[in-house]
């Protein structure tokens, strides 16, 4: 188990090092020139060329690219428009000259909402996702299931801004049956905290479990087809009891891989969640920069979603490995 531990964790770095080079690539990309956007229109073009010397972009991309690897890891460096020197701690994620402030200190004022949005939606995912899949296996072929299956059809379909807007105007400000969506911190009331993001949790959670209780439904019933199970169920055990001990545990390893994709989409939905509800949350902050062109945000948050999925994937490839041995020698 150990060996496989460290093979995974490896596999993760090397995923993050690519994703990282990918992203940073793409920000020198980008048409938007970093100097002329953290100057602004008032500067003219020996106040730009001497700011982009001050920020390093007049140096070779693959030393830019050393410098930032080394800002994750060991911290750096940076200047300010006015040429003061500014320590920006590792994990180093740039300095946002938009914002006036590291990137990191950015994100980790907005991550605690996301966190939040993405904790209770990955709850709404288990408990819908699974209870769905589950009870249309068991009952495949009749009116239950088919029931079940347009309904997760549909869930699969529909699209999360569509959604949003549609049940906050009818929940929201139609009927006043719930609260308007808002982030407050949990320290400050969890009464608050639960009640402002019960719209955003069951829109973000619908939506993904919509495609996880299809998933699952599909796995659920290949396991219900292996020996071991109809061996169970030619003894006299009950059909949900077989199922409840030896189907679930047989695809529990498949659902925790497809658990951790989710945790992607969990991200992306939450992006688009946030500013469908005006939650201040790091895809909110996302979209905000790239409305600035604030390219180091943009980078910052696309390096923080791509580290979670990574982890989350990797977490999940782990718990599989626990739960079936065969895994560790694959």
């Known amino acids: 188990m150990t060996g496989y531990v460290l093979r995974r964790a490896l596999q993760a770095a090397a995923v993050l090092l690519v994703i990282t080079a990918v992203t940073f690539g793409l920000f020198h990309a980008a048409p938007a020139d970093p100097a002329l956007t953290a100057c602004g229109p008032q500067c003219d073009s020996a106040q730009v060329a001497e700011l982009r010397v001050s920020m390093g972009l007049d140096q070779p991309i ?8 080394r800002g994750l890891f060991l911290g750096r460096t940076i200047r ?4 003061t020197a500014l320590d920006c701690a590792a994990p180093c994620l740039g300095y946002s000259y938009v914002l006036q402030q590291p990137v990191l200190g950015a994100v980790l004022e907005h991550l605690p909402a996301t966190l939040s949005l993405a904790a209770g939606a990955l709850v709404v995912i288990v408990v819908l996702g699974i209870g769905v899949g589950f009870t249309a296996a068991l009952r495949r072929g009749t009116a ?11 869930g699969a379909s529909v699209q999360i801004y569509f959604l949003g ?5 009818l929940l929201v400000y139609t009927t006043g049956l719930l609260p308007v969506p808002g982030y407050t911190p949990f320290g400050e009331g969890p009464a608050a905290w639960a009640a402002g993001l019960l719209l955003p949790w ?3 959670g619908f939506v993904n479990a919509a495609v996880f209780a299809r998933l699952s439904r599909s796995q659920l019933l290949e396991t219900m087809h292996e020996g071991y199970v109809r061996t169970a169920r030619a003894k006299g055990m009950s059909a949900v009891r077989a199922h409840l001990k030896y189907t679930a545990r047989g695809a529990a390893g498949p659902l925790v891989q497809l658990l951790g994709l989710e945790v992607g989409a969990l991200f992306g939905g939450a992006f688009i969640t946030e500013t469908v509800f005006g939650i201040s949350g790091v895809g909110r902050l996302a979209v905000d920069s790239v409305l600035q062109n604030d390219l180091p945000t943009v980078v910052g948050t696309v390096l923080l979603a791509a580290f979670f999925v990574v982890v989350f994937v990797a977490v999940a490839d782990l718990v599989v490995a626990r739960l079936d041995p065969r895994v560790r020698l694959a």
């Open 202 to 204: 069951l829109v973000l």
């Open 62 to 69: 693959l030393a830019q690219f050393a410098d930032y690897l």
């Open 80 to 83: 300010d428009l006015d040429g």
């Open 144 to 154: 239950t299931d088919r029931l079940l299956s347009g309904f997760t059809l549909v």
């Open 165 to 169: 807007y549609a049940l906050q105007y």
